[in-house]
């Protein structure tokens, strides 16, 4: 499976900008698909998951919550995530992954993820 990232840029806070990633290669059926950030000198952090494929449920950082959103498409195989009121400690590196299906699956543990996109960066100036 490979991902594929874009949207990322410079913001002013306050803006908004709109990431995508498209997936490609054998999934199968059911499978997650997630953003994470990393921010210079941090470890990576959750930031938000879809539930498996077909399903509504969306899962987001207590950070985020409110303030972006994630989607998908499950016949392009791509996620969305449309980040509103953008603050300067968004400012990272972000990263899509896949999860393929398992039984027991945490959407904030980045172990429970099998690829990883490239990475887009994020910056919002003050």
């Known amino acids: 499976v490979q991902l594929q990232a874009f949207g990322g840029g410079l913001v002013r806070a306050g803006g908004s900008l709109r990431l995508s990633c498209a997936a490609s290669?054998?999934?199968?059926?059911?499978?997650?698909m997630g953003w994470f950030l990393q921010a210079p000198g941090k470890e990576r952090e959750f930031v938000a998951a879809?539930?498996?494929?077909?399903?509504?449920?969306?899962y987001y950082s207590d950070s985020v919550k409110g303030r972006f959103a994630i989607s998908r498409d499950n016949a392009k195989g791509t996620v969305y995530l449309q980040m509103n009121n953008l603050k300067p400690e968004d400012t990272a590196v972000y990263y899509c992954?896949?999860?393929?299906?398992?039984?027991?699956?945490?959407?904030?543990?980045?172990?429970?993820?099998?690829?990883w996109g490239q990475g887009t960066k994020v910056t919002v100036s003050s």
């Open positions: 992954a896949v999860a393929l299906w398992r039984n027991s699956w945490v959407a904030a543990d980045s172990g429970n993820y099998d690829y």
């Open positions: 290669g054998r999934t199968g059926s059911r499978y997650v």
């Open positions: 879809t539930g498996w494929s077909g399903s509504s449920v969306a």
